[in-house]
């Protein structure tokens, strides 16, 4: 009785006056620029849907990237151009459910921001209001200078998105390296110190040589994050399917395919079917649920009533 009471006492003191707001352990913009500041790699991950956002959250990755490739690599599409808003915010609210630790970047799709700033701010505003993204991306530089300056004005951090466009691939003739000349790295390198006037905070730099990225790095203040541009950017970004092997498809030259989960997952799936036609699967007793043998037999005799 007497240890009862001192519990409850304990817990009574326990309880606060007013309830305190949850703290977010989200890293931060800051978080990243710390390790640009120390010259550290930033490291960044894609994730697309709850299952990747988890392996993201408890990897050692610095960022996630809720990338719009999302739309072939979860949804099947050709390109980036076939996803509507609403297919990508379906998968941003799932992967965020998933996602408690990291900074989150989330694209703006094609044909969600292009037009207005006023359609960008709506669709940022959007993707800012499920509570954990923390920076908008936007492919493109000039042509999109009110929807940067915009979604600065009302408190957003962008990350810019200059070389390869993935959805600009019409216009580009294909998914190419871009910058290969003096006379198109100059263009980038325009780009990207125009994108670091309007004042974003983190810049992607997609498929061009390495050297460009370097000078691009140098050049500006603020943490460039490669994908297939070299070591000499501030940090890196790949796709999570491609890092783990998630799909057959053969992955660009950049990318450094850790694991294989595509044949991983149809091995085991043809284990699983294996087992089950020699009779190995499921195991009596290990993987069944059991009744009590008096049970069984009452269970016989009423049935055999009812027939
Ligand atoms: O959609 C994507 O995966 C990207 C990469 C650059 C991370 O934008």
Known sequence: MLLLFKRAIRNYSQVPIYPKAK???????????????????????????????????????????????????????????????????????ATCRAIDRKFIIADLPFGTFETSAEECGRNAIKLMKLGKVQSIK??????????VKKLIDIGIPVTGHVGLQPQKFNALG??????????DAIEIFRQAKYLQSLGVSLLVLEAIPSEVAKIITEELNLPTIGIGAGKYTSGQVLV??????????????????????????????????REL????????????????????????????SEK
């Open 23 to 93: 703290v977010s352990r989200q890293s931060t913009l800051r978080t990243l620029y710390s390790k640009y500041q120390d010259r550290k790699p930033i490291s960044v991950i894609t994730a697309h849907d709850y299952i990747s956002g988890k392996y993201a959250n408890e990897s050692e990755a610095d960022a996630v990237i809720i990338g719009d490739s999302l739309s072939m690599i979860n949804l099947g599409y050709q390109s980036t151009l076939e996803m509507s808003f609403e297919e990508f915010y379906y998968c941003c609210k």
């Open 174 to 183: 294909g998914y190419r390296v871009q910058g290969k000349t003096a006379t």
């Open 138 to 147: 936007l492919e493109g530089s000039y042509e999109i200078t009110d929807q």
């Open 277 to 304: 036609n020699s009779d190995k699967y499921p195991e009596e007793g290990t993987h069944t649920y059991s009744m009590a043998p008096e049970e069984v037999k009452n269970l016989i005799e009423r049935i055999k």
């Open 240 to 273: 999570q399917g491609d890092v783990l092997g998630m799909l057959s498809n053969k992955p660009a030259k950049f990318v450094r395919q850790y694991k294989n989960f595509y044949q991983e997952g149809i091995d085991g799936i043809n284990q699983y079917c």
